[in-house]
């Protein structure tokens, strides 16, 4: 396993680290993902650690909680092994204080999740989503007592728009709190979107990007291709209304790529999928899910080989979209282009 660092942080965490979004299994969408209990949940960290893999990924919606709980249950004994990721925000609850990123809102949160979690700090606390509603100095002031009193090591935001990040930042710089190096994002071969914005800003200001749904919500399993109607075991039955739309034709278009790739390498299509990914600028580390034992170990075989330069050309080009403005111009004039360089691999 490949080790990185996390943004402009000290923490380093592993090229792939494990979402445990299967675990708990309870509602709509996270029924439909795994309901893992935690003597499985415990096999599947004992394969993920012999393979160098120590960073899981929760959140408290996941399941209600359960998934927090299932988790803490099959790490006891092994907390120092484990780096903790989980986050906050999104509605817990139908009260006026069961959402968000207030001051109450966070540290009755961490406390919930600590107890959950069975330990007495969180390695990695992303906030779920931007609260509007609550001043930003109140949110990073919250995190930074929460930081100075030990309970979170590390923070983070997901799904941010760049000038919620980039006024964040500007507020922890300019009072002196912690600072965000970390934000988790949707990336794939069917959604490139993080590239426009979001990338520059990491690498400029040093945000380690953590993926969810490299595969683009469990279309890029190699079970689905043209012309074939979505196999029975696909979770795309239950839950596509609830993840990023993809265009058919440009989905198909890069399975077939997948697929030739496949042929040439002798690796899985998702393995190639998420290898794609790690090539990429910014990227700290992929996380993969997996409801069973085959899926995870297919997923481990991500790491440790390389596509070649005119493998990662071919994904590149069939990946691409036309850019929203203002970011085309940049792409189709030579003289924007020579103002804005890429950003280097």
Same mark, same amino acid.
């Given at each position: 396993?490949?080790?990185?660092?996390?943004?402009? %942080?000290?923490?380093?965490?592993?090229?792939?680290?494990?979402?445990?979004? !299967?675990?708990?299994?309870?509602?709509?969408?996270?029924?439909?993902?795994?309901?893992?209990?935690?003597?499985?949940?415990?096999?599947?960290?004992?394969?993920?650690?012999?393979?160098?893999?120590?960073?899981?990924?929760?959140?408290?919606?996941?399941?209600?909680?359960?998934?927090?709980?299932?988790?803490?249950?099959?790490?006891?004994?092994?907390?120092?092994?484990?780096?903790?990721?989980?986050?906050?925000?999104?509605?817990?609850?139908? =009260?006026?204080?069961?959402?968000? !990123? %207030?001051?109450?809102?966070?540290?009755?949160?961490?406390?919930?999740?600590?107890?959950? $979690?069975?330990?007495?700090?969180?390695?990695? $606390?992303?906030?779920?989503?931007?609260?509007?509603?609550?001043?930003?100095?109140?949110?990073?002031?919250?995190?930074?007592?929460?930081?100075?009193?030990?309970?979170?090591?590390?923070?983070?935001?997901?799904?941010?728009?760049?000038?919620?990040?980039?006024?964040?930042?500007?507020?922890?710089?300019?009072?002196?709190?912690?600072?965000?190096?970390?934000?988790?994002?949707?990336?794939?071969?069917?959604?490139?979107?993080?590239?426009?914005?979001?990338?520059?800003?990491?690498?400029?200001?040093?945000?380690?990007?953590?993926?969810?749904?490299? $595969?683009?919500?469990?279309? $890029?399993? =190699?079970?689905?291709?043209?012309?074939?109607?979505?196999?029975?075991?696909?979770?795309?039955?239950? !839950?596509?209304?609830?993840?990023?739309?993809?265009?058919?034709?440009?989905?198909?278009?890069?399975?077939?790529?997948?697929?030739?790739?496949?042929?040439?390498?002798?690796?899985?299509?998702?393995?190639?999928?998420?290898?794609?990914?790690?090539?990429?600028?910014?990227?700290?580390?992929?996380?993969?899910?997996?409801?069973?034992?085959?899926?995870?170990?297919?997923?481990?075989?991500?790491?440790?080989?390389?596509?070649?330069?005119?493998?990662?050309?071919?994904?590149?080009?069939?990946?691409?979209?036309?850019?929203?403005?203002?970011?085309?111009?940049?792409?189709?004039?030579?003289?924007?282009?020579?103002?804005?360089?890429?950003?280097?691999?």
């Amino acid at each position: 396993m490949e080790y990185r660092q996390l943004g402009n %942080s000290g923490l380093r965490v592993p090229a792939l680290s494990f979402g445990a979004g !299967t675990f708990g299994g309870r509602g709509p969408l996270f029924g439909a993902w795994g309901t893992i209990d935690a003597r499985e949940a415990s096999r599947m960290i004992d394969i993920s650690l012999e393979a160098g893999l120590n960073m899981f990924d929760s959140a408290d919606v996941y399941s209600d909680g359960a998934s927090e709980q299932v988790l803490g249950e099959a790490i006891k004994g092994r907390r120092d092994k484990i780096i903790l990721s989980t986050k906050f925000a999104l509605p817990v609850g139908d =009260g006026p204080n069961d959402f968000g !990123t %207030s001051r109450h809102r966070l540290i009755t949160a961490t406390d919930a999740a600590l107890k959950r $979690l069975g330990t007495d700090y969180i390695d990695l $606390l992303q906030l779920h989503s931007f609260d509007a509603f609550t001043p930003i100095e109140e949110v990073l002031s919250t995190l930074n007592d929460l930081v100075r009193a030990g309970k979170l090591r590390y923070i983070g935001v997901s799904n941010f728009a760049g000038w919620q990040i980039m006024k964040s930042l500007a507020v922890s710089d300019r009072l002196g709190y912690s600072r965000y190096v970390a934000h988790q994002v949707y990336y794939s071969l069917v959604g490139r979107d993080y590239e426009w914005d979001l990338m520059p800003l990491a690498q400029d200001q040093g945000l380690g990007a953590l993926v969810w749904s490299p $595969l683009g919500w469990g279309r $890029l399993t =190699g079970k689905i291709r043209r012309g074939t109607p979505i196999p029975d075991g696909s979770r795309l039955h239950e !839950t596509a209304q609830f993840g990023p739309p993809v265009e058919e034709d440009h989905l198909y278009d890069i399975v077939d790529v997948l697929d030739e790739l496949s042929a040439e390498t002798g690796k899985t299509v998702p393995q190639i999928a998420i290898n794609w990914l790690l090539q990429r600028p910014t990227v700290a580390s992929v996380i993969i899910g997996a409801r069973n034992e085959q899926q995870l170990r297919d997923n481990l075989g991500a790491v440790g080989w390389s596509l070649s330069s005119d493998q990662i050309t071919r994904l590149d080009t069939v990946s691409k979209r036309q850019p929203p403005y203002p970011h085309y111009p940049y792409y189709i004039q030579e003289g924007f282009a020579r103002l804005n360089p890429p950003l280097s691999a």
